[in-house]
């Protein structure tokens, strides 16, 4: 599984290239580092600086035989960006400029590897913000958002990263650097590049350049929780609000276990109930939007309607936003099974949250569920002791079965992580043998060689074949 | 170039395809029947019933190498639709149910076939719209709005067509039937097929089955309109209510002219000025978002800024829809070269609409300017003597170079049109050459014999070859 990478120093400077133990292990696993978010040790690391360098090693590469593995934070979590089959990682993050702002036209030019949190530093002062941000905009670069599609807390009012990405710069699989989308706010030229390359993990190209869209910082903000009797009262009040349509920009569900960890976690004071994290943003009339919340809330029984103060709400976005590190630590015999979330239409959130807590009661086993409920996605898992293998089948077979409830309901087995190595067993029952098919056959005309991130996404990349690598002397 | 399509009748029943000489010349050219919306008479007529029958009619073509180009409403005005040789017209008209509205979700279910303002008419006893439509949205299908990104005036609030399609059920070349996208309103699973379909102008594949996201009425909507002394006052004015985000559902920009043009056809008496039509919608606060604006205006020395009621509304919109019929039949010496549109970044309205003004003035040619510029988009044309060969070169000419310079700025040949004929040779200079050669290995690798609409597009398609072609005994 191991490839001659020497040609590297040949094609970009010395100091952009590792062959070292260190950074090579380190490129082995994303954050999660469980069964999905571990991939092999590649061969070398090297470290582009410009768009010449991500041509100058992919052309090589390609010619090679090399599979190339884009890498930025690793924060995707589902083994996107961890090699499948050794060769080279490309590590985007010293490409990480911000090049214009363009305050008039609502546009940021950025490299790859700039994080989330320093686009809105970027264009703070000129009040503007970049609403889809996920929660992990302080740890994840730009370009892995890109690649993976991803989307946060304020999705529900603002969308997600490809709704305010305007145009991107990628190197293709050969080398030749693509140009997809438009600085015009809308377009209908030519085939759209561009939302073929977001979400596509890295398979399809490498991002070297995006213009992202802004919006403006709204005048009125105001945040606050609800704390439910139950959970299935908290995820019918969410549906109920997000149908009755409440204009808010963060609506989150934390069940009670959640809340507990996040307190055991932080030092927090959350009461140990299912509530709903709110954020509401305007420009005119919020009290009215917020009361109208109220109002649906009541009908649902919620126990509290809480607004708070700038400093409460900072406390209780870091809870939600540290659910993933409180899980991690909160017992020390049990851990989450999987971080993996999945996406239903916003009329079955009620019914796909009380499935999974069915599934944990039946089984014994804790299902903690949190998310962007408002979008109808919802973050579970379940906390199970690793070496009692009874417990680790139960625990993976309720992580499944939710999975395949989500795409029963006419959801996605993703709603943001991207596929990498952890769902790629759901694309078909998600999508079709047929719309697969034709998945595999935009791979093979941007990527004939499988150079670019091999092994992710399709399923039968996981018998350990690159899907479609020719021979390297054709 | 004529194709032998008798097999048709052993694929679908004989209702379902005409041979004759009425409906072939009528599946020819669009509703510009101009250069570019003319193509040549189809060999046969389908009107499929269903998706079986789509994919029936695809597979037998596609082993046959016959051409199968898509037919709505020929609305598209860029011969998007109109065959450049022979074979199949494919008129997805009969296929026009709505299938399902799913309130709770804002979700409708509808066939290609449907026209837009059937798509409102559906919802609205749910207090639903469906945001994105174009000003021909009661005389265009949705299939065909999907086939072409379309956008319309609301989009400056809204978004695309694209922004709102959910999932697509569409018939490859081959016969096969894919589903693209998701009824969860996010997804990161897989390569994005739907948005790659969207915009492909029936080149990639035929929609049969859209799920569209729908919005809420507002509880305020009100418009009005504001009247400058100049058009350059008028530009710059747009741009900076967009600048200053104002938020605003239609902000449509019309020049003096075109005031003349639409009083003419209509018998309307609009003043004959610069002007700008407005509406806003928002649940709360109209009246202070309206204010927001008028200062904005006010400070480009607007004449008049005056909201109007209901029924002056209604003539002001319509004056603004049935523009492009005005310009037909105002000057029975001259008529448009071609009803064109492109998109610059917004911070570049004023000058492409100076620009092209300044062209008209030095060849002594009236250039009408109107359309969606709060998108940056403009419409614009040449008002020509056809019989004048040099007047025409000057129109065409003048045409040419507004093109060129919305590139030259950051903006694209076509915001909502589509490339179809007339785009064609643009789509280099806007893309690059690269770029263009991924968007061809799209197409190969979906419709490797060049079934599906062939000649659009891609540049080269306009010498008379089709692109990608194999033996028919392959």
Same mark, same amino acid.
């Given at each position: 599984?191991?490839?001659?990478?020497?040609f590297?120093?040949?094609?970009?400077?010395?100091?952009?290239?590792s062959?070292?133990?260190?950074? +090579?292990d380190?490129?082995?696993?994303d954050?999660?580092?469980?069964?999905?978010?571990?991939?092999?040790?590649?061969?070398?690391?090297v470290?582009?600086?410009?768009?010449?360098d991500?041509?100058?090693?992919?052309?090589?590469?390609?010619?090679?035989g090399?599979?190339?593995?884009?890498?930025?934070?690793?924060?995707?979590?589902?083994?996107?960006?961890?090699?499948?089959? /050794?060769?080279?990682?490309? #590590?985007?993050?010293?490409?990480?400029?911000?090049?214009?702002?363009?305050?008039?036209?609502?546009?940021?030019?950025v490299?790859?590897?700039?994080?989330?949190?320093?686009?809105?530093?970027?264009?703070?002062?000129?009040?503007?913000?970049? *609403?889809?941000?996920?929660?992990?905009?302080?740890?994840?670069?730009?370009?892995?958002?890109? /690649?993976?599609? /991803?989307?946060?807390?304020?999705?529900?009012?603002?969308?997600? &990263?490809?709704?305010?990405?305007?145009e991107?710069?990628?190197?293709?699989?050969?080398?030749?650097?693509?140009e997809?989308?438009?600085?015009?706010?809308?377009?209908?030229?030519?085939?759209?590049?561009?939302?073929?390359?977001?979400?596509?993990?890295?398979?399809?190209g490498?991002?070297? +350049?995006?213009?992202?869209?802004?919006?403006?910082?709204?005048?009125?903000?105001?945040?606050?929780?609800?704390?439910?009797? $139950?959970?299935?009262?908290a995820?019918?009040?969410?549906?109920?609000?997000?149908?009755?349509?409440?204009?808010?920009?963060?609506i989150e569900?934390? #069940?009670?276990?959640?809340?507990?960890?996040?307190?055991?976690?932080?030092?927090?004071?959350?009461?140990?109930?299912?509530?709903?994290?709110?954020?509401?943003?305007?420009?005119?009339g %919020?009290?009215e939007?917020?009361?109208?919340?109220?109002? &649906?809330?009541?009908?649902?029984?919620?126990?509290?309607?809480?607004?708070?103060?700038e400093?409460?709400?900072?406390?209780?976005?870091?809870?939600?936003?540290?659910? /993933?590190?409180?899980?991690? $630590?909160?017992? *020390?015999?049990?851990?989450? &099974?999987?971080?993996?979330?999945? $996406?239903?239409?916003?009329?079955?959130? *009620?019914?796909?949250?009380?499935?999974?807590?069915?599934?944990?009661?039946?089984?014994?086993?804790?299902?903690?569920?949190?998310?962007?409920?408002?979008?109808?996605?919802?973050?579970?898992?379940?906390?199970? #002791?690793?070496?009692?293998?009874?417990?680790?089948?139960?625990?993976?077979?309720?992580?499944?079965k939710?999975?395949?409830?989500? &795409?029963?309901?006419?959801?996605?087995?993703?709603g943001?992580?991207?596929?990498?190595?952890?769902?790629?067993?759901?694309?078909?029952?998600?999508?079709?043998?047929?719309?697969?098919?034709?998945?595999?056959?935009?791979? +093979?005309?941007?990527?004939?060689?499988?150079?670019?991130?091999?092994?992710? %996404?399709?399923?039968?990349?996981?018998?350990?074949?690159?899907?479609?690598?020719?021979?390297?002397?054709?």
């Open positions: 599984m191991s490839h001659d990478c020497s590297l120093t040949d094609v970009v400077p010395e100091d952009r290239v062959f070292g133990d260190a950074a +090579r380190s490129h082995a696993a954050w999660a580092a469980d069964e999905a978010g571990t991939g092999v040790t590649p061969d070398a690391v470290f582009p600086e410009s768009t010449a991500v041509s100058a090693v992919l052309e090589a590469a390609n010619d090679r090399v599979p190339v593995t884009p890498y930025a934070a690793g924060t995707s979590l589902e083994g996107n960006a961890v090699p499948e089959y /050794a060769g080279i990682s490309l #590590d985007m993050n010293r490409m990480n400029s911000v090049l214009a702002v363009r305050p008039d036209d609502f546009q940021i030019d490299q790859p590897g700039v994080m989330g949190d320093e686009i809105d530093d970027a264009v703070a002062s000129e009040g503007l913000f970049f *609403p889809p941000l996920p929660s992990s905009g302080d740890i994840s670069t730009i370009g892995g958002m890109i /690649a993976n599609d /991803a989307s946060g807390m304020q999705t529900v009012k603002y969308g997600e &990263i490809a709704d305010w990405v305007l991107l710069e990628a190197v293709l699989a050969d080398g030749s650097v693509v997809a989308g438009s600085k015009a706010v809308k377009t209908s030229s030519g085939y759209n590049l561009k939302d073929i390359l977001i979400g596509s993990e890295g398979t399809l490498v991002v070297t +350049r995006a213009t992202l869209e802004l919006e403006g910082i709204p005048q009125q903000i105001r945040g606050g929780r609800a704390i439910f009797p $139950t959970l299935d009262d995820a019918e009040a969410v549906f109920d609000a997000v149908r009755s349509g409440v204009d808010v920009a963060k569900l934390v #069940d009670g276990i959640s809340a507990t960890m996040a307190n055991d976690y932080l030092g927090t004071d959350l009461p140990d109930a299912p509530m709903v994290f709110l954020e509401f943003h305007a420009n005119h %919020i009290g939007e917020i009361d109208f919340c109220r109002s &649906i809330f009541e009908s649902h029984d919620v126990d509290r309607f809480e607004m708070a103060d400093e409460e709400m900072d406390e209780l976005w870091q809870a939600r936003r540290e659910l /993933a590190f409180a899980l991690q $630590t909160w017992d *020390p015999e049990r851990g989450p &099974i999987h971080p993996g979330d999945i $996406t239903v239409p916003i009329s079955k959130l *009620p019914e796909v949250i009380r499935y999974a807590k069915d599934l944990g009661e039946e089984h014994d086993i804790v299902v903690p569920c949190f998310g962007h409920a408002g979008d109808g996605n919802v973050h579970y898992t379940a906390m199970v #002791d690793r070496s009692d293998p009874d417990e680790l089948a139960a625990g993976q077979e309720i992580y499944k939710v999975v395949e409830k989500a &795409i029963e309901m006419g959801g996605t087995c993703t943001e992580h991207g596929v990498g190595r952890g769902k790629r067993e759901y694309l078909e029952l998600e999508h079709g043998a047929d719309s697969v098919e034709a998945m595999r056959n935009l791979k +093979r005309a941007l990527d004939p060689r499988d150079t670019l991130n091999p092994g992710k %996404i399709f399923p039968e990349t996981a018998t350990g074949e690159r899907v479609q690598l020719e021979a390297d002397d054709d």
